[in-house]
């Protein structure tokens, strides 16, 4: 079955730094899915990306997935405060079953 | 604001009590799930709705009863629980099953429960 890892696990910045986390698949990433969590709260979508190569942006916050579709980055420009939360990846699993998540990224910004 | 509803949004019960989590959406999506989630850990997922009938069932204990009666609504009915059964329980909705690759899921805010 496809597995996902994250990391870093969890990640400190200042307030203005650019950080990245990367999500790699034991598979071939058909469709990467990027979410963002606050603690106790439901998962916000972010973005999806489905070809190799292919990169979008959401306000600061930029996700690619390279040529091979095996691994997947998420890279946050100037963060801010409000950017802290838990970062997961996902994924479409064997045969379209069981949409799979990463184990996430713990973000926290210090102003 | 999130377009999928989950109520309530706490939920303490004690092992003998029978409860429901209730789940809405009005996107059109025809293929709705049930995500439980422990503190820091991803969501796992439970059960998987498609076009109202049950498509997925993750080996969940039968303490834990789903049931779809439209395409808008998802209910999880829970009884007998134990205290382990606390954690974060997700609803999601995505536009079609059968093309989930193209489909992202959208999440509730989800109920906490706490199982005394």
């Known amino acids: 079955s496809q597995e996902l890892e994250q990391s870093p696990q969890s990640l400190i910045v200042q307030e203005g730094k650019n950080l990245t986390i990367n999500c790699t698949s034991s598979k071939t990433l058909y469709g990467l899915y990027w979410y963002k969590q606050k603690y106790g709260e439901g998962l916000i979508f972010l973005m999806m990306?489905?070809?190799?190569?292919e990169e979008k942006s959401h306000e600061k916050i930029t996700a690619k997935l390279d040529e091979k579709k095996q691994q997947s980055s998420l890279h946050i420009t100037a963060s801010q405060p409000s950017h802290a939360g838990i970062y997961l990846c996902g994924a479409d699993g064997d045969y379209g079953q069981n949409f799979v998540f990463g184990p996430g990224t713990r973000l926290s910004v210090l102003p | 604001d999130t377009e999928v509803t989950q109520t309530p949004k706490h939920l303490v019960m004690g092992m003998t009590n029978k409860k429901s989590l209730k789940c809405e959406q009005h996107?059109?999506?025809?293929?709705m799930y049930w995500y439980k989630q422990k503190a820091k850990k991803p969501p796992e997922l439970m059960f998987v709705y498609s076009y109202e009938k049950l498509s997925i069932n993750e080996s969940v204990p039968s303490r834990f009863s789903p049931e779809c009666p439209n395409s808008s609504l998802l209910n999880l009915h829970l009884h007998a629980l134990q205290p382990e059964d606390s954690a974060l329980y997700l609803c999601a909705s995505s536009q079609d099953r059968g093309s989930i690759r193209n489909s992202p899921l959208h999440f509730g805010n989800g109920t906490r429960l706490t199982v005394t």
């Open positions: 996107m059109g999506h025809r293929a």
């Open positions: 990306l489905q070809k190799g190569g």
